[in-house]
């Protein structure tokens, strides 16, 4: 078994070949797949695709580049949408410094009021991170005295004093093709010292196909060559870190799984 938990199936990159898309997954072991948020309106497309295909789980959230279209949106927006049997996850959400495609004061309010939907609602927060590292840790470290919440920091790519901080307060660390690429020798250091327990894998297809797919539209039958070779910087087996990303997916996205908290 093998879980991408993060991906973007709703973009129009996989209009013409969905169903065969999806053919390779199970061929390559996927069993299931996170389709996350990125823009609150297109959640209804989102849920047309979750409802449809039972291994196909959503998140409700409003991406840091979308940040400035959403000047009125609360946390009570997303606690309604959350709602839905097939939502697990709130984002992905967070800052980006590396296009700030939208203000960071617009990127701050955004983000707050989906770490306040991740609080109340008790689903995991998506956390979208780059080039924003100092500011990240100080608003989440603010939130988390206020409430806990759990989450992820999805497709890693920071330091290690980042990882650090993100495991202290209980969130797992997702692992995407970048740790594939020549130049990520520091990213699969931090990657080694991570625990088990705490690692996710991810495609975040349509993006960031790993080596030797790099160049290509992503998809989750790739999410193989990023599991081995997070396997070997783990030193075991694919297979052995397949069930245990499984495991720590349904642990964290508990809604996803028919042994959590939720019933439906």
């Known amino acids: 078994m093998l879980v991408d938990s993060h991906c973007h199936l709703d973009f129009n990159d996989f209009e013409?070949?969905?169903?065969?898309?999806?053919?390779?997954?199970?061929?390559?072991?996927?069993?299931?797949?996170?389709?996350?948020?990125?823009?609150?309106?297109?959640?209804?497309?989102?849920l047309e695709i979750s409802d449809k295909y039972p291994f196909i789980f959503t998140a409700v959230g409003v991406h840091p580049h979308n940040a400035l279209e959403y000047p009125d949106v609360k946390a009570e927006d997303f606690i309604k949408q959350a709602q839905h049997k097939k939502v697990v996850a709130i984002g992905e959400c967070?800052?980006?410094?590396?296009?700030?495609?939208?203000?960071?004061?617009?990127?701050?309010?955004?983000?707050?009021?989906?770490?306040?939907?991740?609080?109340?609602?008790?689903?995991?927060?998506?956390?979208?991170?780059?080039?924003?590292?100092?500011?990240?840790?100080?608003?989440?470290?603010?939130?988390?005295?206020?409430?806990?919440?759990?989450?992820?920091?999805?497709?890693?790519?920071?330091?290690?004093?980042?990882?650090?901080?993100?495991?202290?307060?209980?969130?797992?660390?997702?692992?995407?093709?970048?740790?594939?690429?020549?130049?990520?020798?520091?990213?699969?250091?931090?990657?080694?010292?991570?625990?088990?327990?705490?690692?996710?894998?991810?495609?975040?297809?349509?993006?960031l196909a790993p080596v030797p797919m790099r160049g290509r539209r992503n998809e989750s039958s790739f999410i193989v060559h990023t599991l081995e070779k997070l396997a070997q910087i783990k030193d075991i087996s694919a297979d052995k870190l397949a069930d245990i990303t499984t495991d720590n997916f349904y642990r964290l996205f508990r809604k996803a799984s028919d042994k959590g908290r939720y019933e439906y």
Do not use: W
């Open 16 to 46: 013409d070949d969905f169903e065969e898309m999806l053919a390779r997954a199970k061929d390559a072991g996927v069993t299931a797949m996170l389709n996350a948020g990125n823009n609150i309106n297109e959640l209804p497309h989102q």
């Open 94 to 207: 967070g800052l980006d410094y590396y296009y700030d495609y939208s203000p960071k004061k617009e990127q701050f309010r955004v983000l707050k009021e989906q770490i306040i939907a991740a609080q109340e609602t008790g689903l995991p927060l998506i956390i979208h991170n780059r080039d924003s590292d100092d500011d990240m840790m100080a608003i989440l470290a603010d939130a988390f005295k206020k409430k806990t919440f759990s989450g992820v920091i999805h497709c890693f790519s920071s330091s290690q004093k980042f990882a650090d901080f993100a495991l202290e307060i209980g969130f797992y660390i997702s692992a995407s093709g970048i740790i594939t690429f020549n130049k990520s020798a520091d990213i699969r250091e931090v990657f080694a010292k991570i625990p088990l327990d705490k690692l996710l894998i991810e495609t975040d297809a349509p993006y």
